[in-house]
């Protein structure tokens, strides 16, 4: 089996994919330093406790393993904290992702799948974002993450690096078995902080903005199931080696793809949503808006679903939060 390294492995969309990946016949190492991810979120893989900052670290697990590929999760994503803390966010994010891609090319690896975000679109006026829209992030995670997509598409000219970025919107839901969900300390993610304020862990739900030019006031997210994210890394790893297949293995390649079900929904319907599944109509409280959120983000993925077949198995709303819900209320979360 290929063995593939997955840095931020044990957290909410790594250990998702870490799943995929061993649906799919291969073999992931988790690289992990558990600032954010869970251990027991890794079930049936090796995971390997260490930082992608770590050059020495790197070097002896990559001498170890011989990965064929890496799929790249590890980083810092929560924007509020990016903007009051940029310099945590480009030394883990920038700074962490070079001397990944650098061991990388020490050790002859050259294939790689990275966690991107449609925050590198910032606040766009166009309805649909494509992949080929000027990149203007307007917080210091999306301009990590940009500065990263960056960093591949040069690496892939210069050293023949072959690179897939994963722009995805909203990561939510949870496994549909339950083996698996969302578990951020502090979650600052919308559909599981909603999902508390109807389990009573939190006594409300705030709406940060109500001025917004959008229809109901409230900003504009694509919510992608979580399964349906690992589905699109594993499928793009597969792309990455049929390239390969195809040529002599030495020819560079970047590109970049959206990752959303192409429909928008606000703060208020994804509120509503949990009432009706939960049966609880908990509290709501409007609050100023915060800084550094976008008013609408919403993916056009035909890039993806043209170039490897990918396509939403998940795409209802209702049931992302269901999936959620379930996982919420079986783990005592």
């Not at 869970?38 to 070097?59: C, K, N, S, W």
């Not at 050293?159 to 949870?174: H, M, P, T």
């Not at 959120?293 to 043209?306: I, Y």
């Not at 396509?311 to 959620?324: F, G, K, R, S, T």
Request: proline fraction near 5%.
């Amino acid at each position: 089996m290929k063995k593939i390294l997955v840095p931020g492995g044990a957290g909410f969309i790594g250990s998702h994919t870490v799943l995929a990946l061993q649906a799919a016949g291969y073999e992931p190492v988790v690289l992990d330093n558990l600032s954010n991810g869970h251990r027991d979120a890794v079930t049936g893989a090796t995971i390997e406790t260490g930082d992608i900052r770590d050059r020495h670290f790197l070097d002896q697990l990559f001498e170890k393993y011989c990965f064929e590929a890496v799929i790249h999760f590890a980083a810092f994503i929560e924007a509020g904290e990016s903007v009051r803390d940029p310099m945590k966010f480009y030394d883990n994010n920038v700074a962490g992702s070079l001397a990944l891609i650098q061991a990388m090319l020490r050790h002859g690896t050259r294939k790689i799948v990275f966690s991107s975000t449609a925050a590198v679109y910032g606040d766009s006026a166009d309805t649909m974002l494509t992949e080929d829209l000027p990149k203007h992030p307007i917080n210091p995670y999306g301009q990590t993450k940009w500065a990263v997509e960056c960093m591949l598409r040069d690496t892939a000219a210069a050293n023949g690096l072959q690179a897939i970025a994963l722009r995805y919107f909203n990561a939510a839901g949870a496994d549909p078995e339950g083996r698996l969900g969302e578990r951020h300390d502090p979650e600052t993610h919308l559909i599981p902080l909603i999902l508390q304020a109807a389990a009573g862990i939190r006594p409300a739900i705030s709406i940060f903005g109500t001025d917004y030019p959008t229809p109901d006031g409230t900003c504009i997210r694509d919510y992608i199931h979580v399964t349906d994210l690992a589905d699109a890394h594993v499928r793009a790893l597969g792309h990455l080696f049929s390239l390969t297949e195809k040529t002599d293995g030495g020819n560079g390649f970047y590109n970049a793809f959206n990752l959303g079900n192409g429909t928008g929904f606000s703060v208020r319907q994804v509120v509503e949503a949990a009432k009706k599944v939960t049966g609880i109509d908990f509290t709501v409280k409007e609050e100023e808006r915060r800084p550094g959120d976008p008013a609408r983000l919403v993916a056009n993925a035909e890039r993806a679903r043209q170039t490897f077949g990918w396509q939403p198995c998940y795409p209802e709303l209702e049931i992302i939060v269901a999936h959620a819900w379930r996982y919420m209320k079986e783990n005592q979360l």
